[in-house]
């Protein structure tokens, strides 16, 4: 079945770096667009990236763009998200999430999420 | 940026009973709206896309309508493991949009 795992998530200081990882499985990896989306209480669900299957289309939020980048090696059925100079305010659970083959227009399936907490 | 407007906020409902969800849209999104639940400690699940189609394997008592601005998520009879949060999401192309609405939740 179609499966997508994250990792990496922890504790990091601000201005910290962390890096995550999504692993998929049960699909042509290959083909379609992947995503990161996080979740707050406050603010509740945020598309912060996303990646088409060949890497060629890629896009950032306002509120993550020059800190944060995403990429992917199809190879190892994989997207990562290098988040940098972090903030108080990325404190969230991370999920990784499917769109389509050609688009982004809704995420299916969503993995169950990485926990990021940034905190002197 | 499109802003979702969910409604209302919590809905206290019992077992059998029918919930009538509302989303509404600040500018139009024609039929690029997805609903979305989401229970304790899970990642959120597709239930709804382009408004009215159920994503596979979801019940048929999960039932969306609606286009332009304004949009609804039906349970038709409520079962327990329907009590959950529940979230829409649109993708507008022009202007580029994706953005999510607040939750409703519905509880017992």
């Known amino acids: 079945q179609v499966q997508l795992v994250e990792s990496g998530g922890g504790v990091a200081k601000p201005g910290g770096s962390l890096t995550l990882s999504c692993a998929a499985s049960g699909f042509p990896f290959g083909d379609y667009y992947m995503s990161w989306v996080r979740q707050t209480p406050g603010k509740g669900l945020e598309l912060i990236s996303f990646?088409?299957?060949?890497?060629?289309?890629?896009f950032y939020a306002d509120s993550v763009k020059g800190r944060f980048t995403i990429s992917r090696v199809n190879a190892k059925n994989s997207i990562y998200l290098q988040m940098n100079n972090l903030r108080a305010e990325d404190t969230a659970v991370y999920h990784c999430?499917?769109?389509?083959?050609?688009?982004?227009?809704?995420?299916?399936?969503w993995g169950q999420g990485t926990l990021v907490i940034v905190s002197s | 940026e499109i802003v979702l407007a969910q409604s209302p906020a919590t809905l206290s409902l019992s077992p059998g009973e029918r919930a009538t969800l509302s989303c509404r849209a600040s500018?139009?999104?024609?039929?690029?709206l997805a609903w979305y639940q989401q229970k304790p400690d899970q990642a959120p699940r597709l239930l709804i896309y382009d408004a009215s189609n159920r994503a596979i394997g979801i019940p048929a008592r999960f039932s969306g309508s609606g286009s332009g601005t304004d949009f609804t998520l039906t349970i038709s009879s409520l079962q327990p493991e329907d009590f959950a949060i529940y979230y829409c999401?649109?993708?507008?192309?022009?202007?580029?949009?994706?953005?999510f609405g607040g939750g409703t939740k519905v509880e017992i």
């Open positions: 990646i088409s299957g060949s890497s060629a289309t890629i």
């Open positions: 999401q649109q993708r507008s192309v022009w202007p580029p949009s994706l953005t």
């Open positions: 500018q139009s999104v024609g039929s690029s």
């Open positions: 999430a499917r769109g389509e083959e050609w688009d982004l227009r809704w995420f299916d399936p």
